[in-house]
């Protein structure tokens, strides 16, 4: 897969003594579009230009948005169980801290690379601007497939990683948390690492810990909850019964797997989910709680047996006629060929970035409404923010209080979207990024290019 990205980012090599300059230029334009389609940090860079356009952004802050701070590549050796040695690269990127410390989580994942997590830092920029949260937008990543380590290798890869990158990781610089293929435990053990360096235990290095290491109630189901609260005001505005609703989810991780089973309990019909190895579809619905039962005991949906549930592809997925589709999993999911073919009302978007620019465009056409990734799932990023003001503050609050404040900040920033994108005639997508953006513009203004 990663191969394949590679490739279609190779350079295109025109001969050019057969070509003429239109030619070579009409080439670089389409050279450029497959960049936009297939690299998620072009695609950040795309949604900027798109807003400034509308905004009419001063051109200096634009370029200055289009680039992050800093990115630290780093080697991470590890002494295998079996004697070997393997070395892994990972990666942490600071998008921007003008707003505050950096935030964002940290992903394993075999296809990881730089420009994906530069784009995702972008995002968690955007994402805490849009929520008014004093943070920056950071992320990292580790390019390892986390299922072909043992658990001591696991832990082993962690804290060497958090070693590697410490000199830009602290409460007061950027908060790492959680994100696809890591979870309560590699918080701990970036926790404890980061605390053995400085001699104290310094929980608010990161969030998503485990609750008995100064964690917080409601993190782990807290983007599905936002994703829930997102569409609930959605579908008040819009007059749609969400009880009625058919929907399908791509992704059963922390994520995708929280939503369906909020949608579930609500009374919803989860019509398919899927995981990386496929998803299973039955049109009456799925009994959610068996299948995430199946999950939790480390399996696949792809060997789940039920004779009523049909096994499907990730491709057919996200074109099943149903009424709201969210897609949890990853970036670049719904594609200029695959955009014609959605059959929904709603896309929700669980993942970052799994829309590109090309089928916003497709999607708008047709109508379907698209809720933009860093309004749906703020919930992550909103609750994370508040597991660092109660280390902060070493006074925990309890779940009652941590829903009502993300439901508060969360349907605030929804109504915000919805009547600019009504007031100015744009996608939810523009809107959210037109709030995000000015008020990072003002900041930039405001501190000043130093020195
Ligand atoms: P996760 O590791 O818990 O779950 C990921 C799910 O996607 C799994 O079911 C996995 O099998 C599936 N998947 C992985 N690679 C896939 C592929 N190539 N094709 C199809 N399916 C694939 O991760 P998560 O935390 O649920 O994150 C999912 C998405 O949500 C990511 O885009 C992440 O950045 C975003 N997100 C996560 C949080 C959070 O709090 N965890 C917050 C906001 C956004």
Request: proline share 4%; aromatic share 8%.
């Amino acid at each position: 897969m990663l191969e394949d990205k590679k490739k279609d980012q190779a350079k295109i090599v025109y001969p050019e003594a057969l070509i003429t300059t239109d030619q070579i230029e009409v080439s670089r334009i389409v050279e450029k579009e497959i960049l936009i389609e297939t690299n998620p940090f072009e695609m950040a860079k795309k949604q900027i230009d798109i807003v400034a356009e509308k905004i009419g952004l001063d051109p200096n802050i634009r370029e200055y948005l289009k680039r992050v701070e800093r990115s630290l590549i780093v080697s991470i050796p590890i002494m295998m169980d079996n004697g070997s040695l393997k070395i892994f690269e990972g990666y942490r990127v600071h998008h921007s801290t003008v707003r505050g410390p950096g935030k964002g989580g940290i992903r394993y994942s075999p296809d990881v690379y730089l420009d994906e997590i530069k784009a995702l830092a972008t995002w968690m920029t955007f994402k805490c601007s849009l929520l008014n949260l004093p943070l920056g937008g950071a992320k990292g990543g580790v390019c390892v497939d986390p299922r072909k380590l043992s658990e001591g290798e696991l832990e082993r890869l962690t804290r060497r990683y958090t070693a590697e990158i410490i000199n830009v990781i602290g409460p007061d610089i950027d908060i790492p948390a959680p994100d696809i293929n890591t979870g309560p435990q590699i918080m701990a053990w970036i926790m404890d690492t980061y605390s053995m360096h400085k001699g104290r235990a310094i929980p608010g290095v990161v969030t998503g810990k485990p609750i008995e290491i100064g964690g917080s109630v409601g993190r782990e189901t807290a983007t599905g909850m936002g994703l829930f609260y997102v569409l609930e005001a959605l579908c008040n505005k819009i007059n749609i019964d969400l009880k009625t609703q058919n929907i399908v989810v791509q992704g059963f991780g922390n994520v995708g797997g929280n939503i369906a089973n909020i949608l579930h309990e609500k009374g919803c019909n989860i019509i398919a989910v899927s995981d990386i190895t496929g998803g299973l579809y039955a049109k009456s619905g799925l009994n959610i709680k068996e299948l995430l039962e199946w999950r939790d005991r480390n399996n696949y949906l792809k060997d789940f047996q039920n004779k009523n549930y049909k096994f499907i592809t990730n491709e057919d997925i996200l074109t099943i006629k149903c009424d709201i589709l969210i897609p949890a999993a990853i970036e670049n999911q719904i594609t200029q060929s695959n955009a014609y073919n959605i059959n929904c009302k709603i896309i929700l978007e669980g993942a970052n970035g799994p829309t590109t620019p090309k089928a916003d465009g497709i999607l708008k056409k047709r109508g379907i409404i698209v809720v933009p990734d860093i309004l749906a799932n703020a919930g992550g990023v909103c609750v994370s923010y508040f597991e660092y003001i109660q280390d902060i503050h070493s006074y925990f609050w309890n779940l009652n209080r941590i829903n009502q404040e993300l439901e508060n900040i969360l349907v605030e920033a929804f109504e915000d979207v919805y009547s600019l994108s009504k007031e100015k005639f744009v996608t939810l997508r523009t809107a959210a990024y037109m709030i995000a953006i000015l008020k990072l513009a003002k900041a930039i203004e405001l501190r000043g290019i130093f020195p």
